[in-house]
C-alpha cells in the first residue's frame, strides 16, 4: 500500500518561515491537501490539490508538489500557527501521512 | 453554509457494533458533487480515513477496514451513518464525519481523490467492557 511520511516535529522561530515536507513515492503525479489540526477543534484545509488555498487561510500558507517531495511552507510564522499538519493524498484509496507537529518558538 | 455534526453512543463493548450517525444540514446531500466521509483519530495518534460514500451508493473503504465497516445514506434524513462490527479496543477514536470533494474519474465514476470539507466537530467512542 502507498505511504506518504512527514517529519515528527518541525519548529520555527516567530516570524520566520516553516517547511513541512510529505514525501511519497513520485507524489508529485497525485493531489494532495493539507490540514491543520487544533487540539479540541476539527482538522480544517488550508492547502488542496497541492497549491491552492480555501477562501479564509491566510496567503502566509502555500503548498507546492513536485517529484517524491510535497511542501507546505508557513511564512512569517505566528504563535496561532502552532498545531498537527497532515498531508493527505488518493492512491487507490486515502492515504494520510503520520502528521508533522509544529512547534513557534 | 453546511454544517455537519457526528452523534452515536460514547461506548461500545468489544466484539459489539459500532453505529455512528452523521447530520448534515445546510446543503443536500443528495448532491452529485460530493462523497461524505467517516474518518478517525485514536489518542494520541494522527488521522486514518475510514471510508466514503457518493450519493449514488459507490463506495471506498479503508483496505484495513473494510471487512468491518459499512457507510450509508438516509438522503430523506440529510444523515450518513457509519457501522462498524467486531470492535476492538484499537477502534477508540474520534470519529469525524466530512464532506470529501471528488476529483477526476476512476472507476467508472467521480473519483475521490479530493480534500475533506468541511469536518464535523466529531465524536469520542470508546471500545471497552
Known amino acids: 500500500s502507498y505511504e506518504v511520511t512527514q517529519p515528527l516535529s518541525v519548529s520555527v522561530a516567530l516570524g520566520q518561515t516553516a517547511t513541512i515536507t510529505c514525501e511519497g513515492y513520485n507524489i508529485g503525479s497525485q493531489n494532495v491537501h493539507w490540514y491543520q489540526h487544533k487540539p479540541g477543534q476539527a482538522p480544517v484545509v488550508i492547502i488542496f490539490?497541492?497549491?491552492n488555498r480555501p477562501s479564509g487561510i491566510p496567503e502566509r500558507f502555500s503548498g507546492s508538489n513536485l517529484g517524491n517531495t510535497a511542501t507546505l511552507t508557513i511564512h512569517r510564522a505566528q504563535l496561532e500557527d502552532e498545531a498537527d499538519y497532515y498531508c493527505?493524498?488518493?492512491?487507490?484509496?486515502?492515504?494520510f501521512g503520520g502528521g508533522t507537529k509544529l512547534t513557534v518558538l | 453554509q453546511l454544517q455537519i455534526q457526528e452523534s452515536g453512543p460514547g461506548l461500545v463493548k468489544p466484539s459489539e457494533t459500532l453505529s455512528l450517525t452523521c447530520s448534515v444540514s445546510g446543503g443536500s446531500i443528495r448532491s452529485s458533487d460530493y462523497f461524505w466521509g467517516w474518518l478517525r483519530q485514536p489518542p494520541g495518534k494522527g488521522l486514518e480515513w475510514v471510508g466514503s460514500l457518493f450519493y449514488d451508493g459507490r463506495s471506498y473503504y479503508n483496505p484495513s477496514l473494510k471487512s468491518r465497516v459499512t457507510i450509508s445514506i438516509d438522503a430523506t434524513k440529510q444523515e450518513v451513518s457509519l457501522k462498524m462490527t467486531s470492535t476492538v479496543a484499537a477502534d477508540t477514536a474520534l470519529y469525524y464525519c466530512?464532506?470529501?470533494?471528488?476529483?477526476?474519474?476512476?472507476?467508472?465514476?467521480?473519483?475521490?481523490?479530493?480534500?475533506?470539507?468541511?469536518w464535523g466537530p466529531g465524536v469520542l467512542v470508546v471500545v471497552s467492557s
Open positions: 493527505q493524498v488518493w492512491e487507490t484509496s486515502v492515504v
Open positions: 466530512a464532506r470529501h470533494w471528488p476529483v477526476g474519474y476512476c472507476n467508472g465514476g467521480s473519483c475521490p481523490r479530493g480534500r475533506f470539507d468541511p
Open positions: 490539490r497541492d497549491h
